[in-house]
């Protein structure tokens, strides 16, 4: 059932220690130091204690007198119940001590002491009353404060704990755990897509606020900084601006906390990987009214491919702040810089020698010249502010504002060699320079209204979010204005690139920029029409204008602009027949403008508009621990671009409209502890992806895709493995020159399509707990040491990364 918002209601608290009045919890029968992960936002000091004492099944008593007006501090994490009543507390001036029945809160500073407490067996009851919890905006796609578990759509969450446990250090390895997303290489650039229902991922969010157009960048930021990450898949509903119905991804900041925090852990493995990391987090002042939150990140090694290695420097630091007599107003500044460097960055190696035989090199093959690296560095700046009028009515404001650059020497290889000699080859060193700055707006109310006896919730966001992208090509040209390639050496050499000479950076061979502005204003509401029945509802109106500029040195200026204006629509409805159970279906619409993109005409096309439609079931069992999510979908999109043959190498591409793409499949998702010491999360999604003539489209994106992460705790040793399955896909490859190969016709120019096979890969995981602060674990990677192709296409395919591991050491001061 969904939760009510409640305005208030009677809570009975002990005004003393009851000792002698109740029997003792069995919980008390155990050790002090019980663990439990809990998670208690910042919130009025008696509620944080209400929820305490349920989740832990504890008696704690406190005066109301004492209690009243006070805010508790934020506690996460595993923690005992003492380690979370002394966090509770912090700043309120309030101690506490443990008693045969649970724990008493009193005022050490006024003079009290827990003798002085009235009788251990008066039963003193005073009864109070607390006002319900203020509502709050969620991050969730309707932006109501709704929780996963009522909201009409698939969401995973991956905490901190979930992050720590199998040591994803960065966004694509989390994502690439995710359920129903699936990692796609690409060679140029060494880039990165992801994939779900068939389509791309190609909309991020910080902290609820939508952060540009996606370009990969975002993938490869360090988790360190970040307490979970929530994965919306379908369309985007009310959440971000625009977006295709794959999936949102929503990166969920670290906060401040008001108790003292300090983290600091090492880790070393395979090819001299070393890694540094702080997490630091105090109260600025007595009252902890303000506190501040620092993550400091160093990250240095190879791989396991020749002459590659990287280096990775972040930092990130947010202050946070109460305002108000009553704390009302709450505001948060946040600076996030992260440094990544690449050297020996490649593409990868040819797949088939000149006679048509498939190309078979070590995995440590490098067909990079020396001059090959790829620079990325990100900043990002965001000021919430957040003011409660009063329990039903809460105002947001924010603003973000982020850069994303790249910097490169990436080497390109065309022609095909000998299988005997390894000859023939020919190379090219590109200089790349990507430049990428957003800036978001967004302002909303949120608030409840009472209608009809029952209570209801309306949100009105108002989000403007402009981007501007350059990217500059260098590279040598002939007199002739051909690119200049260089003969490599054999394929069998240990470096066959040595040759090729820098790019010019005099010669520039494409300018373009791309400037993108997205406004949007977006109603929603959650209608409490019965018990058991809630129905959610929304429309979102949008313009979306986008300007050109292109400079090609064959082609010469160019200039193009398009404008749109519209609107979709989001409809959900929930019945929670049992507590335990939820029901959903939900329509959302889909538009997801294609920037950059022209037509034969070298006009821009128009943007992609469909329908998602999600029905599904969300089942909470063991107290909510244990969750078991289950989705239909069915989507169709018209305006689809799709690449016109002739023009499929032309620099730009010209593409035709077609319509459309239809998935339509499931997802199952199981998440959560079978018992107290067996944490189990598994996934397994299936769909097929069609055009209107029945062909199968994106057959990059696997069709069926399982993932497995469990751990299982005894004592203080934690043990875990890790599986990801994925069926084979079809991708296109280019053939040599002259020779049949017998595959059949691929969907680009020129190309013929063939297998990339399924894989299989298992990791891992060993972890002990070596005294209350020091933690000690040992992650494995593909365990069995499969061989696989981490990169597969149209020219080069790419090994994945063998067997390794790494040892990490956490010690919490």
Do not use: C
């Not at 005066?63 to 996460?76: E, H």
């Not at 490869?220 to 919306?232: I, N, P, Q």
């Not at 490098?366 to 001059?371: H, R």
């Not at 998702?669 to 999604?685: F, P």
Request: cysteine-free.
């Amino acid at each position: 059932m969904l939760a009510q918002p409640i305005k208030s209601f009677k809570f009975s608290l002990l005004a003393a220690s009851l000792s002698g009045a109740l029997l003792a919890s069995p919980m008390y029968s155990m050790a002090n130091n019980q663990v439990y992960t809990l998670d208690l936002p910042i919130s009025s000091l008696d509620q944080a204690i209400s929820d305490l004492g349920e989740q832990t099944g504890t008696s704690i008593s406190v005066n109301g007198t004492l209690s009243k007006d006070l805010r508790s501090s934020q506690v996460s994490g595993s923690l005992s119940v003492q380690q979370a009543i002394t966090k509770l507390l912090t700043g309120t001036g309030l101690s506490f001590a443990k008693t045969e029945t649970g724990y008493v809160i009193y005022d050490a500073n006024a003079g009290e002491s827990v003798a002085q407490l009235p009788d251990m067996h008066v039963k003193a009851i005073e009864t109070i009353e607390i006002l319900g919890q203020p509502i709050e905006r969620s991050s969730s796609p309707t932006g109501l404060d709704l929780s996963v578990r009522e909201t009409p759509q698939s969401i995973s969450v991956l905490d901190a704990n979930f992050i720590e446990y199998y040591g994803l250090d960065n966004i694509e390895d989390v994502l690439n755990n995710s359920a129903g997303v699936y990692r796609y290489k690409y060679g140029a650039s060494d880039n990165t897509l992801f994939s779900s229902r068939g389509f791309y991922v190609n909309e991020y969010v910080k902290d609820g606020m939508p952060a540009g157009f996606s370009r990969g960048q975002e993938f490869r930021l360090d988790s360190a900084v970040y307490d979970s990450v929530e994965v919306l898949r379908g369309a985007a509903g009310l959440m971000a601006g625009a977006g295709e119905p794959s999936a949102t991804v929503n990166l969920i900041s670290k906060k401040p906390t008001r108790e003292r925090l300090l983290n600091v852990s090492a880790e070393l493995g395979s090819f001299n990987h070393k890694r540094a990391e702080l997490d630091a987090s105090s109260a600025l002042t007595e009252d902890g009214k303000y506190a501040a939150r620092v993550v400091l990140v160093f990250e240095d090694g190879d791989t396991y491919v020749d002459r590659e290695n990287t280096q990775k420097q972040v930092f990130y630091t947010q202050f946070h702040g109460y305002f108000g007599a009553q704390e009302q107003t709450e505001a948060a500044l946040t600076l996030h810089h992260q440094k990544l460097d690449h050297h020996g960055v490649h593409w990868g190696v040819p797949i088939f020698y000149n006679d048509g035989s498939r190309i078979e090199l070590p995995a440590s093959t490098n067909l990079a010249s020396p001059n090959a690296f790829q620079n990325r560095e990100h900043t990002g700046y965001t000021f919430k502010i957040s003011h409660q009028l009063n329990l039903d009515w809460q105002l947001n404001g924010a603003i973000y504002h982020g850069t994303n650059d790249l910097e490169s020497i990436f080497t390109y290889f065309a022609s095909s060699a000998d299988p005997k000699t390894g000859l023939g080859l020919f190379g090219i060193d590109s200089l790349f320079a990507d430049e990428g700055e957003v800036t978001t707006i967004t302002a909303s109310a949120i608030g409840r209204v009472e209608l009809f006896d029952r209570e209801h919730q309306i949100n009105i966001t108002y989000l403007n979010n402009e981007t501007e992208y350059t990217n500059l090509t260098y590279e040598e040209e002939t007199p002739e204005g051909r690119r200049a390639f260089y003969p490599m050496a054999s394929l069998f050499d240990s470096n066959p690139a040595q040759g090729i000479k820098a790019p010019n950076i005099n010669q520039k061979i494409i300018d373009r920029l791309e400037a993108v502005d997205e406004e949007t204003l977006a109603l929603s509401t959650n209608i409490n029409v019965h018990d058991q029945i809630n129905v959610i509802a929304g429309i979102k109106f949008y313009k979306f204008k986008q300007n050109n500029q292109n400079y090609t040195s064959w082609q010469g200026h160019s200039a193009s602009s398009s404008s749109d204006e519209g609107d979709s629509k989001y409809l959900g409805l929930v019945y929670s027949p049992l507590d335990i159970l939820n029901i959903y279906a939900s329509y959302t619409d889909t538009y997801k403008p294609q920037p950059g993109l022209v037509d034969g005409n070298l006009d821009p096309i128009e943007a992609i508009t469909g329908q998602n439609i999600e029905l599904g079931l969300k089942l909470a069992l063991f107290d909510d621990k244990f969750n078991i999510n289950f989705a239909a979908f069915d989507t169709l999109l018209k305006n689809v671009a799709e690449a016109i043959p002739e023009y499929a190498n032309s620099t730009p591409i010209r593409y035709r409209q077609v319509d459309g793409a239809n998935s339509a499949g499931f997802e199952l998702e199981i998440a959560g502890n079978i018992t107290e010491n067996w944490q189990l999360n598994a996934s397994y999604s299936e769909f097929s992806l069609e055009d209107q003539q029945g062909e199968d489209v994106n057959k990059e994106a696997p069709r069926k895709l399982l993932k497995l992460n469990t751990i299982y705790q005894y004592h203080d040793w934690r043990a875990g493995l890790g599986l990801q399955w994925n069926d084979d896909t079809t991708v296109n490859v280019l053939a040599p020159r002259g020779v049949d190969l017998g595959l059949p016709a691929g969907t680009r120019r020129g190309s013929l399509a063939d297998t990339k096979q399924g894989e299989t890969l298992i990791s891992a995981h060993l972890g002990y707990q070596v005294t209350e602060q020091l933690d000690v674990k040992v992650h494995v990677r593909n365990l069995l040491d499969e061989y696989y192709y981490d990169t597969y296409g149209f020219v080069p395919k790419k090994a994945g990364s063998p067997r390794t591991w790494v040892i990490n050491a956490n010690y919490k001061f």
